[in-house]
């Protein structure tokens, strides 16, 4: 009984914490962020339980909860996580209290507003990655725009805010109309859009169906995650959000796309999924080369980044359509581990932006003079970003490597040559940051890394090294879930 509640209970705290921050008194700044914090932080501890109580030998949906909710058309209320869902909601749960300690300070205007919006995103991201009905997962899918819109509107840093948070709503909303589209052609045909009685009956889809349908949910992930050429959104959005914006965009909202396809293209179409995997891997391996050598020109900071995460997510499309448990692990992993380093860079950019307030690189070098722990935390990153041995990143990618090689050796070798290039535009950033020149004119506004960033940081890195050192800690819990998805197992 305890467990049927638990799910809900997760959703339904971070909701309580907006409530309670309703009746708080605007000017009560420090009492607002206390408890904004002290309610991401129980979400998380909370979330723990989901790990701790997680039956890792069962591919079953797990935490089960189901309410009738229009009866009349047969459509229901029903959560529920597997070994793929769980740690997409602890990375959830794990950043929001982050995203709260980066913008202690920095946040100076609409403070209740802004922890509001944080604590919403709690709440809609879980729901997405744990409800098990079509229509209800679009309704929530889209709904973690409108906050995600507002946080980049109201609190993005420059004068081209605005624009940047339109770019990021109508491409992904324009983009889910396709998909919601196909839940329509799909209730019409099955008479339900329960996500477990569609997977029992994927059959029942003619090939020709199946592909039309599997286009249509293509187009929302894979404008989500983002795919070339669909990702022109991606480096204004996070070059224009605030530090915690770019956080919870890069450590969970890119995920989107990639839980969709797990959750809904691989085990709904498998016929179409075999029939599309040639252009999947193109898409991908065009990607990687792309943003990687798109990436050396690049003068922003946060575009650098964000262009990085667009390879990398190349990475995660390739492991999924290798459509073997080897890869489709591999890209659960690089997911988690991309929510990790990526949110950590961004973090970086954010320590050095609140000290010189811009993010233009021609403005840094030396920095390893006047701020050496900040440079020894950007170093573990960066190598992290690179894929390290003994970092999160190393396993993701070889097992998606690994996974490629099995499925298609070309597709292997020529995403290979991302991961050079990787190592290039990283350790080019990082020697551009930390070495060459002081510049002697900002000594005045650089001091190293304060005691709450520093405490920002350690969990980050505790992370990196012990998905890194001790995979099968993630991995066993999910292996039953990815090898469902599999038809020959």
């Known amino acids: 009984m305890f467990e049927s509640y638990l799910l809900i209970s997760l959703i339904l705290i971070p909701i309580i914490g907006i409530f309670v921050l309703f009746t708080i008194p605007e000017w009560k700044l420090t009492v607002i962020k206390s408890v904004a914090l002290t309610t991401s932080l129980i979400t998380f501890l909370v979330s723990l339980l989901l790990w701790i109580l997680f039956d890792s030998s069962t591919a079953k949906f797990q935490f089960v909860y189901e309410l ?3 009866n009349s058309l ?8 597997d070994g793929i869902s769980l740690f997409l909601i602890l990375l959830t749960t794990f950043l929001i209290p982050i995203c709260l300690l980066a913008s202690w300070d920095s946040v100076k205007h609409n403070v209740k507003e802004y922890m509001i919006s944080f604590l919403l995103l709690d709440a809609l991201l879980i729901t997405v990655f744990s409800v098990l009905d079509l229509v209800l997962f679009y309704v929530f899918f889209e ?31 324009f983009g889910s109309l396709l998909m919601l589209i196909a839940i329509i052609t799909i209730y019409f045909e099955v008479g339900t859009t329960d996500l477990q009685t569609l997977i029992s009956a994927a059959s029942e889809f003619s090939p020709e169906r199946q592909k039309l349908l599997w286009l249509a949910f293509f187009a929302s992930f894979a404008i989500k995650i983002p795919m070339v050429p669909f990702h022109i959104w991606l480096p204004e959005a996070h070059v224009e959000a605030p530090t915690a914006g770019s956080v919870l965009l890069a450590g969970v909202l890119l995920k989107l796309g990639g839980y969709g396809f797990l959750r809904f293209s691989i085990p709904m179409f498998p016929d179409a999924n075999v029939y ?6 193109t898409m991908s391996v065009i990607a990687i080369i792309y943003t990687s050598l798109t990436t050396l020109r690049q003068i922003d900071l946060k575009r650098i ?14 492991g999924i359509f290798s459509l073997n448990i080897q890869g ?22 954010g320590v050095i932006y609140d000290r010189h307030k811009t993010r233009l690189i021609k403005y840094y070098s030396g920095l390893v003079q006047l701020m050496p722990i900040f440079a020894v935390i950007f170093l573990f990153f960066t190598m992290a970003n690179i894929s390290l041995p003994a970092t999160s990143s190393f396993v993701g ?10 499925s298609n050796t070309t597709v292997a070798v020529l995403a290979t040559t991302g991961i050079i290039l990787g190592a290039a535009y990283s350790l080019w950033l990082y020697n551009r940051v ?24 350690v969990p980050l890195i505790a992370l990196v090294l012990l998905m890194g050192i001790y995979p099968n800690l993630f991995l066993d819990p999910m292996y039953m879930s990815v090898a469902n998805l599999i038809p020959s197992n």
């Open 74 to 81: 047969n459509i229901n209320i029903c959560l529920g996580i």
């Open 143 to 173: 709904s973690v725009l409108i906050p995600m819109f507002i946080v980049i509107g109201v609190w993005g840093a420059r004068e081209r805010k605005v624009r940047a948070a339109y770019m990021l709503f109508l491409y992904t909303f």
């Open 397 to 406: 990618e070889f097992l998606v490597l690994v996974g490629a090689f099995n």
């Open 434 to 457: 930390a070495f060459g020149n002081l510049k002697y004119e900002y000594i005045d506004n650089f001091s190293d890394v304060n005691r709450r960033e520093f405490y920002i940081f």
């Open 68 to 70: 009738n909710w229009i």
């Open 305 to 318: 980044i964000a262009y990085s995460s667009v390879a990398h997510m190349s990475f995660v499309t390739i």
């Open 276 to 281: 599309f995997t040639p252009l999947v891997f």
């Open 328 to 349: 489709i692990q591999g890209s659960i992993l690089l997911m988690l581990s991309h929510g990790l380093v990526s949110s950590a860079l961004f973090l970086c950019v």
